[in-house]
Structure formats: C-alpha cells, structure tokens
C-alpha cells in the first residue's frame, strides 16, 4: 500500500501529523508492505484554497499513485474526490506522529472514514 499521511514541516516518521490534510506542509509518502513502513519521500501540499482548493490534494495524490490517505478528518468533497479517484481515506484521530499513525495502519487497527467524521465548514 501506497500511503500519504499529512505532516508538518519536512515531513518523515517523527514528523507531527497535521490534524487537517488540506492545511498540512506536506504529505510524507510511505510504503506499507507486509507489515512493515518505508519512507518514500514527500510531496508538497499547496497553500489552501488555491487554484482548486481542497481538490487539489485529490489530484496531486492521485497523479501519484497512492492508495491511501489517513486523516482525523476532511470535508465531504474531498472525501468523495478520494473515493473517485480509488483512495481510500482512513480515520485516525489518536496518532501524534507519521510513523505512529503508520504503524496502526500496517496492524490493520484503522478503519475507513465514513460520513460522521466529515468535518463541515
């Protein structure tokens, strides 16, 4: 599984995980294989609300090939976009860190977002 996981600053496993992926520095790209994490790199997030607004991630992740986004939460059209474009958006509102969040992730401990964690704004 190809993973994104919204971050702040740099990115990277002890990165702090942004609590809002549309608002985050970067997404910090890992690979979950067998349970077990590999860092790939990152990506960029634009500033919010540019060209494309909270699509824009949609975009970006799926033109790069992720399988997967966790999130504490997001609105429902990006949600939607995700489905769309075939990425799972799973819910994590417990993990501080990337690599925490990753490792419930390759335990198979989180579970897909649904409607109730939407945010509305």
């Known amino acids: 599984m190809k993973l994104a996981v919204p971050s702040v600053g740099e990115g990277g496993l002890d990165a702090q ?3 809002h992926f549309g608002h985050a520095d970067c997404f910090t790209i890992l690979n979950i294989e067998d349970g077990k994490v590999s ?3 990152t990506i960029a997030n634009p500033p ?3 060209e494309g607004g ?4 949609v975009g970006i992740l799926s033109e790069a090939g992720i399988d997967a986004i966790v999130a504490v939460g997001m609105g429902m059209r990006p949600m939607q976009g ?3 474009a075939g990425i799972t958006v799973l ?3 417990e993990s501080a860190t990337v690599g925490a ?3 419930r992730i390759a335990a198979g401990q989180l579970d897909a977002m649904g409607p109730e964690h939407a945010c509305r704004h």
């Open 17 to 19: 995980r942004s609590a």
């Open 39 to 41: 860092v790939e790199g």
């Open 48 to 50: 919010p609300h540019e």
């Open 54 to 57: 909270c699509m824009r991630p």
């Open 82 to 84: 995700f489905a769309a």
């Open 91 to 93: 819910h994590d509102a």
């Open 101 to 103: 969040a990753a490792e």
